[in-house]
Nanobody, 124 residues
Framework: QVQLLESGGGLVQAGGSLRLSCAASGRTLSNYPVAWLRQAPGEERAFVAA????????DYADSVKGRFTISRDNAKNTVFLQMNSLKPEDTAVFFC?????????????????WGQGTQVTVSS
């Protein structure tokens, strides 16, 4: 069993930056691909970015490509999401999720472990 805890959310002005962290406990996160997904009010949870267990492969939603960077530090059992040039439409609850598979996925139902989420609010 893996427990995930997100942190780093908050209120930021448009154009600003935030760095989200996803810390794991219970078992090592280093064996799992990890993704960030987000859910805005009234919308479904949507894929943002994913990273392979080695960190060698990444995948990004088109809406964040070039602005967000996913990375991981397996020694610290933590995955990060650096978010730059934030826009009001990035406002959402951000979740990290881990998958018991070697394959990256954009599909939320393919992720086995979830954190509770952290709120990101971008003001215009």
């Amino acid at each position: 069993q893996v427990q995930l805890l997100e942190s780093g959310g908050g209120l930021v002005q448009a154009g600003g930056s935030l760095r989200l962290s996803c810390a794991a406990s219970g078992r090592t996160l280093s064996n799992y691909p990890v993704a960030w997904l987000r859910q805005a009010p009234g919308e479904e949870r949507a894929f943002v970015a994913a990273i392979s267990w080695t960190g060698a492969r990444t995948d990004y939603a088109d809406s964040v490509k070039g602005r967000f960077t996913i990375s991981r530090d397996n020694a610290k059992n933590t995955v990060f999401l650096q978010m730059n040039s934030l826009k009001p439409e990035d406002t959402a609850v951000f979740f990290c999720a881990a998958r018991v598979s070697a394959v990256l996925s954009r599909l939320r139902h393919e992720y086995n472990y979830w954190g509770q989420g952290t709120q990101v609010t971008v003001s215009s």
